[in-house]
């Protein structure tokens, strides 16, 4: 073996080297804590909305309130015996990617299990039922058959159009960029009614109360608790499901849920 190559073996070497290196650093720094870390840390971080109400928003002073972030607090009282918890607001994009690169322990921010997400993130047993819900101004408009034929606006690309379409299919569906123009619409009179998840519509009008919501669901969704992936993770996942399931079976989840105005 000629000096040339020995000297290109030893340089391959060190870059493998390095490369393998960095490789078994990154992940370590990603690790999202366990159960054990975090009391250990004495604090639980958890990535929460601050713009959406009555999830989680802020009020006239700041302070961030609503139902996620009550469940947040108590959470973090069931695993540490005491309120310590880092309120971290997320954007929807980074929901789950904040949870999967360890930057908070947990993420509480009205994120629906589906079967794509959890190969991305484990998700804790619903704490409460979302849904497609509908918004109207028109005070004669009561139920289903009162919508049937009509036109309902919906944001575009939604997963309410696949409902509508189920639910109301004779009914005429004009979409629209951004709740504003939704809004803007049922304004005008082009739309009878606008179609979102439930949670989000009840902020709306708490917001705007010449709107009404009404007391039906085109579907049902499941909000839970984001957590991540693996077997190390086993425990806080637990901790956090039997805490959902006292709290439910005590009544606290629904009683706080009808205090912030979901239906």
Request: net charge positive; with cysteine.
């Amino acid at each position: 073996m000629s000096a040339s190559t020995i000297w290109m073996l030893k340089v391959i070497s060190k870059v493998f080297g390095l490369t393998l290196g960095a490789q078994l650093l990154l992940p370590l720094q990603l690790l999202a804590a366990d159960l054990q870390t975090i009391v250990q840390r004495g604090q639980l971080v958890v990535g929460v909305k601050d713009n959406l109400r009555p999830l989680g928003f802020r009020d006239a002073q700041g302070k961030l309130q609503g139902l996620e972030i009550e469940i947040a607090q108590k959470l973090s009282e069931e695993i540490l015996g005491r309120q310590s918890v880092a309120l971290r607001p997320v954007n929807n994009r980074d929901r789950l990617t904040v949870v999967t690169e360890g930057k908070v322990d947990l993420t509480i921010a009205r994120v629906t299990a589906t079967t794509s997400r959890s190969r991305i993130v484990a998700f804790s047993a619903p704490y409460y039922l979302d849904g497609a819900a509908l918004v109207t101004k028109n005070s004669a408009t009561q139920k289903l058959s009162d919508i049937s034929g009509q036109t309902i606006a919906v944001l575009n690309n939604s997963s309410t159009i696949a409902s509508l379409r189920y639910r109301l299919p004779q009914t005429k569906l004009i979409g629209v960029d951004s709740y504003e123009a939704g809004q803007k619409l049922l304004e005008a009179g082009g739309a009878i009614a606008f179609a979102a998840d439930a949670s989000v519509l009840t902020g709306w009008v708490q917001e705007f109360p010449q709107f009404r919501l009404l007391p039906l669901r085109l579907s049902t969704e499941p909000l839970c608790i984001v957590l991540p992936k693996g077997v190390q993770y086993d425990e806080l996942r637990r901790r956090i499901d039997s805490a959902i399931a006292r709290w439910h079976s005590e009544g606290w989840l629904e009683k706080r849920a009808a205090y912030w105005g979901l239906p």
